[in-house]
């Protein structure tokens, strides 16, 4: 089965807090690709990431990072120092060979002023 | 702005009807992907188009169809309508055909049906 877990539904943390955001995958695919989209309250899904199956590495965008682990199968994404901008609803995608994409329901973040 | 354009914002309608969504994508993206989010199902994704082709197909429904003209805007038709089609329906485009291209995303539209 080919799946994304978003466990949390709903964080809200006070602003200037580190928050992370956990996304589960299961595939059966050893080449698939994941990702990371932010919706703000706006309602456009904006790309934040995307990480393939082969690389490992941890990323560091300003106040972003994503810890990939294929040995959990996870891909947290973590926010430093948030603001009162990162509040939005956070999605974690896993892409296949077979070009379709699945999204996890996604963690509605609050930060609070 | 994504540069993704979609049309229209909002849509009401009642149950058996049929409806088209429209999209626009980015200047010179051949891919367009149309998805569909709903507080049941969540973000599903619908079915991808590339340069007039279809490339590749999710969770659509047979009621639903969709097309990519030579200009390579896109279209949903949504036909015989039921409650559980109310959704916000969003449109994306990237580039190359490939899955795991950077997806640009429109501002959706919000179809209600009643």
């Known amino acids: 089965a080919q799946k994304v877990t978003q466990a949390q539904t709903e964080i809200s943390v006070v602003e200037k807090e580190d928050v992370t955001l956990d996304c589960v995958y299961e595939?059966?695919?050893?080449?698939?690709?994941l990702f990371w989209y932010k919706q703000p309250p706006s309602g456009e899904l904006v790309f934040l990431i995307r990480?393939?199956?082969?690389?490992?590495q941890n990323e560091i965008s300003g106040r972003y990072s994503w810890n990939f682990q294929k040995s959990t199968s996870s891909f947290n994404f973590t926010i430093t120092a948030s603001q009162v901008v990162d509040s939005a609803v956070y999605f974690c995608?896993?892409?296949?060979?077979?070009?379709?994409?699945?999204f996890g329901k996604g963690t509605r973040l609050h930060i609070l002023p | 702005d994504s540069g993704v354009t979609q049309t229209p914002k909002h849509l009401i309608t009642a149950t058996g009807q049929r409806v088209t969504l429209r999209c626009s994508p980015r200047s010179g993206d051949l891919s367009v992907y149309w998805y569909q989010q709903s507080l049941d199902q969540g973000l599903q994704f619908l079915i991808q188009y590339y340069n007039g082709e279809e490339r590749a197909k999710g969770n659509i429904l047979e009621r639903f169809s969709a097309q990519q003209f030579p200009d390579l805007h896109s279209e949903l038709n949504l036909s015989s309508l039921e409650l559980g089609d109310s959704a916000l329906y969003f449109c994306?485009?990237?580039?190359?055909?490939?899955?795991?291209?950077?997806?640009?995303f429109g501002p959706g539209t919000r179809l209600t049906v009643l």
């Open positions: 995608a896993l892409s296949m060979r077979d070009d379709k994409i699945i």
């Open positions: 990480r393939n199956s082969f690389d490992e």
């Open positions: 994306a485009s990237s580039v190359g055909l490939a899955h795991y291209n950077e997806q640009f």
């Open positions: 595939t059966r695919d050893t080449t698939y690709y």
